[in-house]
């Protein structure tokens, strides 16, 4: 009974303080000591790359996506291979644009510059702070961003397979790849928001509109409007550099009309039209599309939980001299 006790002491006692240990390595003033001003200057070096291109928003936020699922929020995504294995190299990542990288990259450079917080900030609280900020300035909420990762050393193509969500992919399998990162539907739907901004190459749908395995060869789900304005903007046998927006409504403002899009039949990939589809998810589409203050507090909620995933401490990581390669 005694030895019962004992364990039972250990199980709730001193595993949640090593939970809660573990949580308190990510804090939002983490560098208040090393690099005090270190939100400032990221922001700074965010509106100048803005300035330059819209592009820098969609293009940074979906890079902090990319770089969460694969093998946590540990900035592996940006390491350069010269021989092509690395994560970036992978077919999943080549559409990835290079705006993204580069905003990461000119925020790094201009922490450097200051003295006292050279060498101190890793590239992986870079992007995450980067990714807040393209959100706000899009239009989106501003939220605290926890910080203390480390980079991660290591950067393989092989670690790609499976890892990223599909355009082609339903609710089943969204769920299912959400969830592996404790993530929830919410979380899922929410995210999924982030769509409201940037745009995907015209090889990415053209199945739903030429060769879907239906009667008319559309995708029935899509609106018939939107599937000629679709047809107009991606011909058959179009260039493969053609890109076209994945909100075609507001497709420069992060916003909640994404998901009046879905109600309307005009989610541009699959997986977003699934959300709307599935009666599994609808609800959360409806409540988003009628209460933006509703999808935005989920959203920040799903971008801090997504801000914890595998996040690299002690040994395990580094604070990159170049964020595009490891130390």
Do not use: W
């Not at 959360?284 to 999808?295: E, P």
């Amino acid at each position: 009974m005694h030895s019962q006790c004992l364990l039972l002491y250990l199980f709730f006692c001193l595993v949640p303080s090593l939970i809660v240990t573990i949580d308190a390595e990510l804090r939002p003033d983490y560098y208040r000591k090393s690099c005090p001003n270190v939100e400032r200057i990221v922001r700074s070096a965010v509106e100048e790359k803005l300035k330059q291109t819209f592009t820098t928003a969609p293009a940074t936020l979906r890079l902090f996506f990319h770089d969460c699922f694969i093998q946590g929020c540990d900035a592996s995504i940006i390491i350069f291979s010269s021989n092509g294995t690395a994560e970036k190299d992978h077919p999943d990542n080549i559409s990835l644009a290079g705006d993204g990288f580069d905003t990461v990259i000119k925020a790094k450079a201009a922490i450097d510059r200051v003295p006292h917080c050279k060498n101190k900030v890793s590239c992986a609280d870079i992007l995450a702070m980067a990714a807040r900020d393209v959100v706000q300035m899009a239009g989106g909420p501003y939220y605290a961003v926890e910080l203390g990762r480390l980079d991660g050393k290591i950067s393989t193509i092989a670690n790609v397979p499976n890892k990223l969500p599909q355009p082609n992919f339903r609710l089943g399998k969204l769920k299912a790849m959400f969830a592996s990162h404790g993530l929830s539907v919410t979380d899922l739907v929410a995210l999924s928001g982030a769509h409201s901004i940037g745009s995907s190459h015209c090889t990415r749908v053209s199945r739903r509109i030429y060769t879907f395995k239906s009667k008319t060869r559309v995708d029935p789900t899509l609106n018939p409007e939107y599937v000629e304005e679709l047809k107009q903007s991606c011909p058959r046998n179009v260039n493969p550099n053609v890109a076209i927006h994945l909100d075609p409504t507001t497709p420069e403002t992060f916003d909640n009309v994404y998901y009046k899009n879905l109600q309307q039949g005009k989610g541009l990939f699959t997986s977003d039209q699934s959300l709307f589809v599935d009666p599994k998810s609808r609800n959360i589409v409806n409540l988003f599309s009628s209460n933006k203050t509703a999808f935005e507090q989920a959203f920040v909620s799903a971008m801090t939980k997504l801000g914890r995933v595998g996040v690299k401490t002690g040994k395990n990581g580094e604070i990159r001299r170049d964020c595009a390669i490891v130390n």
